[in-house]
Nanobody, 125 residues
């Protein structure tokens, strides 16, 4: 089993920044690609960004390109999402998820074995 715990959500004004962190424990973190999903009320959960197990490749949804940055530290078992220039449409619950390598950047939620509990991000206009 792997446990994922997100932190860093909150309320921010449009144009502001937030930094989300996801701490992993219980499994070999470096064997898993990681993704950040988000789910707005009444909408499906969608992939926002992903990073390979080694951190060598990243993926971003068009809606967040140039504003969000994903990174990971395999020595600390953490993955981070830096969100800049936030917009009201970024408001959602954000989840980190782990998929066993070589899976990477798939939007299929069933490919991810482990999920965090989610953290709320609210962007006011």
């Amino acid at each position: 089993q792997m446990q994922l715990v997100e932190s860093g959500g909150g309320l921010v004004q449009a144009g502001g920044s937030l930094r989300l962190s996801c701490a992993a424990s219980g499994r070999t973190f470096s064997r898993y690609a990681m993704g950040w999903f988000r789910q707005a009320p009444g909408k499906e959960r969608v992939l926002v960004t992903a990073i390979t197990s080694t951190g060598g490749n990243t993926y971003y949804a068009d809606s967040v390109k140039g504003r969000f940055t994903i990174s990971r530290d395999n020595a600390k078992n953490t993955v981070t999402l830096q969100m800049d220039n936030l917009k009201p449409e970024d408001t959602a619950v954000y989840y980190c998820a782990a998929a066993p390598a070589p899976a990477y950047a798939t939007s299929n939620t069933r490919a991810y074995d482990y999920w965090g509990q989610g953290t709320q991000v609210t962007v006011s206009s």
